[in-house]
């Protein structure tokens, strides 16, 4: 059964971190792209940060550049999303993404170009 399961997700203050996992299970990560995208309330769904499947074109949200890192650990097929000097604004459920045919920047930051989602995960930026 093919699943992505990703933890990590809580409340936080601002200024603090969060590392968001994404586990990958029934196919493996390493040919596919990755992308994490958020959805906050009253927002389409929106890429944070994104890995091409082949190619190592990459695309990270202005609004995250320098904050948030994305990597993976092919070993553990697993995805990962530091987040660090988190805002109020960063509040929403975060999901990951594999794509087998994540090659264009288009590619990247289409929802509808992924085949397998996550559940997702509620990250809460708040005093």
């Known amino acids: 059964q093919v699943q992505l399961v990703e933890s990590g997700g809580g409340l936080v203050q601002p200024g603090g971190s969060l590392r968001l996992s994404c586990a990958a299970s029934?196919?493996?990560?390493?040919?596919?792209?990755i992308g994490w995208f958020r959805q906050a309330p009253g927002k389409e769904r929106e890429g944070v940060s994104c890995?091409?499947?082949?190619?190592?074109?990459?695309y990270i949200s202005d609004s995250v550049k320098g904050r948030f890192t994305i990597s993976r650990d092919n070993a553990k097929n697993t995805v990962y999303l530091q987040m660090n000097s988190l805002k109020p604004e960063d509040t929403a459920v975060y999901y990951c993404?594999?794509?087998?045919?994540?090659?264009?920047?288009?590619?990247?930051?289409?929802?509808?170009?992924?085949?397998?989602w996550g559940q997702g995960t509620q990250v809460t930026v708040s005093s």
């Open positions: 029934g196919f493996t990560l390493d040919y596919h792209g």
């Open positions: 890995v091409s499947s082949n190619n190592g074109r990459t």
């Open positions: 993404a594999a794509g087998l045919h994540i090659y264009s920047d288009y590619d990247l930051i289409t929802p509808d170009e992924y085949d397998y």
